[in-house]
Each structure stands twice: as C-alpha cells, then as structure tokens.
C-alpha cells in the first residue's frame, strides 16, 4: 500500500477534514468553485463520522452482551449486519458472538473494503497506479473529459496529436476498441478513460440507459497502469494513471436534494415506516459510495515492492443495485445469480448499512421537550422501526 503520515486522527476526520489533504482538486475545466470545495469539507467530514460509526458497529458485535447499553448496541449492529450483508452470528447471546464459520468470509471481506476507506481517510494512503508522488484527483464538472470517437486522432501524453512517419494515428490504432465503450480525453490528466457509450459528451448531462433518462451524481475514475503498444514499429507510451472521482454538479445542490449532509437528518416516527432512502445526505453518502469504489479497486500484487505493483482487486467494489429492498435480497442470496458475499462488492451496501447504524446511535429529543428522548430507530427492513422491533 501506498502510505503516508497520516494527517489526522480518525477522531479529527470525523471533526475537521480538508478536502484537499484527500484529494488533488482539478484546476481546469472540471475545477471545484469556492462554494463547492466548502460543500466538500463538510461532505468529507461526514465520510469520518460514518467511517467511525461503521468502525462501532463492528466493535459492538463483537462484543459479549452486558446487559446494557453495549449488548444493546451489539443486538443492533448483529441484526444490521444480517440484514444488509447476510452475516450471521454464534453466541450472540453469551460471552464471544462472532461471525458462523459459513459467513465469515463475507465479514472478512467487508473488514477488508471498510478498512481501505479508513485508511485513505486518515492519511494512510491506499493502493493504485500513478500514485507515488500524487493524491487521487476530484473533479466537480463533467466538461474535464471529451469524448471522441474510436476513429478520431490520438493524443500523446504531451497532448499532442500522434505523429508517426508523417501519419496521424487514431486513437483505435493505439487502443482496442470496444463496442460497448467510447474514448473521453482528460486533458489536464493527459490520459484516457474508456467509459460505456450510453454517457453524453459531458458526463453530467443527461442520458438513457435501456429506456430510462438519468444523470450522474458521482463517478469513479480506477486509472490504469502504464500501457504500450507499437505502431508502424514505432512506441507508444503512456505512464501509468491515477484515479480519481468525479462529483456532478446535482451533488451540490440543496434545492435537489433536501438532505444533503448529515445534520439535516431529522427524527423519524416509526409508525411513518419511512424507507431510508428518503433520508440519504446526497452529498455526504455520494462521496462515500464513490470512496468505496475508489480505494477497493486495486490490490497489491504479490511481492510488490513500490506503488505501482498493482492489479485489479478481485473484490473491487463495484455497483450491483442502488436500490434498498434489492440490497437487502442481495444480502440473502435472493438476487438473481449473486451469492450473499456479493453485498461486499456492492458501493450501496455499505450506504445503507451505516446510515442504519449511524442513524440509531443518533439521540433525538421528543418534540417540545429539552431532556426526553425518543427511542433510537434503525433500518432493518430497509424502513425505520425502533431499535427493538420484532418481525
């Protein structure tokens, strides 16, 4: 892994984060306005609150249960963990409940995801090419990538055009082409990205996708390791590329999205049954789903001896459903082909599951009282009830 002297705390992330100890902010087309970088501090800083809360559920189900407050946080993160990642628990009523020896996997492997975002977040690095002097990069505009068609002339790193004995080369005599992507251009990266042909020439604007119009909120960049090839006997080189995330303009709005940090989340009555995708922080939860992405993409290779000894996790993260009702199937094996340990490769897993957690260990006061408290609430069927609901 790559590392570095951590910056913070976990407890300082989940206080004071800057976004720019994270992440190299792009200065060109895809720049972040003053107001912008605001929004992503306090979306940051809410990365650490969740990250601590994800930390504390896991803490908590390990936990004997004392009969207090600690066995009834750990009641709830096990009950949390079943339903948003099908892991199940052996004596969770005696001294050591743990993971059954038939899900355990899937709680390794969910440590191993939740533990890269940790690490990325205090300072720690994480692992992927193009990253031994440089931060991943956040862009907050579409407009920093231009598609082109497969056909269209190359660029070189330099950003000039590939001149080979007085021949322009097209970029699909320097790439492989694809059917299913097309090439975007990011110039002030000088590289390319391969992105699926349904996006619209600005990555922010509106597409269709098997019939349906939609728009990104977040995307992530993985990067790719150095690549060459040869044309007319001649090289072409390119260096390897660092990740990066890009966050659409609809992210930053508060007139969109009603909840868009953490502190706009109000008290939910559980007789509402509200599901819990009405009370996602837009810009909070985006850039965490896209951290997910971002830093459970590569691993080291075996033996490696710098940063770019890397290749493609197999358990990178990676989107499977958004939706809360399908992740909770995904969670039971329920969902079409997947297995339950697949909950562990999916981005919004992870969302709804410490938004659950993070939402019960949240004190709201009874309406016109200033020292009475309502009973904490959760997510377990992916709607809110109190704490200790019975199906």
């Known amino acids: 892994m790559l590392t570095r002297t951590p910056l913070l705390t976990l407890a300082a992330v989940a206080q004071a984060v800057i976004i720019e100890y994270r992440f190299d902010l792009l200065t060109g087309a895809g720049s972040c306005s003053d107001d912008y970088v605001t929004n992503l501090d306090s979306y940051l800083e809410d990365t650490g609150t969740l990250i601590t809360s994800f930390k504390d559920a896991m803490t908590a189900a390990l936990k004997a249960d004392d009969g207090g407050t600690a066995g009834r946080d750990g009641y709830v993160a096990r ?3 079943t339903s948003w990642f099908g892991i199940q628990f052996t004596n969770a009523l005696k001294e050591t409940p743990a993971p059954t020896s038939e899900t355990k996997a899937i709680w390794t492997q969910m440590e191993a995801a939740v533990d890269n975002v940790y690490d990325f977040l205090v300072g720690s690095g994480m692992t992927g090419p193009g990253l031994t002097d440089d931060l991943p990069w956040l862009a907050c ?13 190359a660029f070189a790193e330099d950003g000039e055009e590939i001149d080979i004995d007085d021949e322009i080369q097209s970029i ?5 082409e694809s059917d299913s992507t097309v090439p975007y251009w990011m110039s002030e990266k000088k590289a390319y990205e391969m992105l699926e042909d349904y996006y619209a020439d600005n990555l922010c604007d509106a597409f269709t996708l098997n019939g349906k119009q939609d728009t990104l909120a977040g995307l992530t960049f993985p990067g790719a390791t150095a690549y060459s090839t040869t044309v007319l006997g001649s090289a072409v080189k390119y260096l390897a590329k660092a990740p990066g995330i890009l966050l659409c303009p609809r992210v930053f709005s508060t007139t969109t999205n009603k909840i868009n940090v953490l502190s706009d989340i109000t008290y939910q009555d559980p007789d509402s049954k509200a599901e819990i995708s009405t009370i996602i922080p837009q810009g909070s939860a985006t850039l965490l789903h896209e951290i997910f992405h971002l830093v459970n993409y590569w691993t080291e290779k075996t033996g490696a001896t710098d940063a770019s000894d890397v290749v493609v996790s197999s358990a990178k993260v990676v989107d499977i459903s958004y939706d809360a009702r ?16 697949d909950s562990t490769i999916n981005s919004q897993s992870y969302i709804f599951f410490v938004l659950s957690y993070w939402y019960y260990q949240q004190s709201f006061l009874v309406a016109d009282t200033t020292d009475q408290y309502e009973v904490p609430g959760t997510f377990y069927m992916g709607y809110v009830v109190k704490w200790n609901w019975k199906e």
Do not use: H, M, T, V
Request: charged fraction near 20%; hydrophobic fraction near 40%; aromatic fraction near 16%.
């Open 141 to 153: 505009s579409g407009e920093f990538a231009q598609r082109y068609d497969w056909d269209a002339s």
């Open 326 to 341: 399908k992740c909770l199937q995904l969670a039971q094996g329920s969902l079409a082909s997947y297995q339950a340990i």
């Open 172 to 176: 699909n005599e320097i790439f492989p």
């Open 79 to 81: 009950r949390l963990f």
